[in-house]
């Protein structure tokens, strides 16, 4: 896998990277950024299950209605 930075990103990376930077090198700095990001994302789709779980036990039992299995998983295709 190759990427190209140049001007400005490139140098924001040269900085973090090497004796006075965070990261020993490139590689490392680019995995940190992948592993925060899907991070962040795991956290996002967790907080809107959690958002969805909580508005579901919070609705009324009477707007609940009964599905086959069937109807779920066609449902969750959509």
């Known amino acids: 896998?190759?990427?190209?930075?140049?001007?400005a990103l490139s140098d924001f990376v040269a900085?973090?990277?090497g004796e006075d930077g965070s990261y020993e090198n490139v590689s490392?700095?680019?995995?940190?950024?992948i592993r925060r990001d899907k991070e962040r994302t795991e956290k996002?789709?967790?907080d809107r299950l959690k958002t969805e779980l909580r508005h579901a036990f919070a609705a009324p039992e009477s707007s609940y209605k009964p599905l086959t299995?069937?109807?779920v998983?066609?449902?969750?295709r959509t």
């Open 1 to 7: 896998m190759t990427v190209r930075l140049s001007g």
């Open 15 to 17: 900085a973090n990277v």
């Open 28 to 33: 490392e700095y680019i995995r940190d950024l």
């Open 44 to 46: 996002e789709a967790f």
């Open 69 to 71: 299995a069937a109807e």
């Open 73 to 76: 998983i066609a449902r969750n």
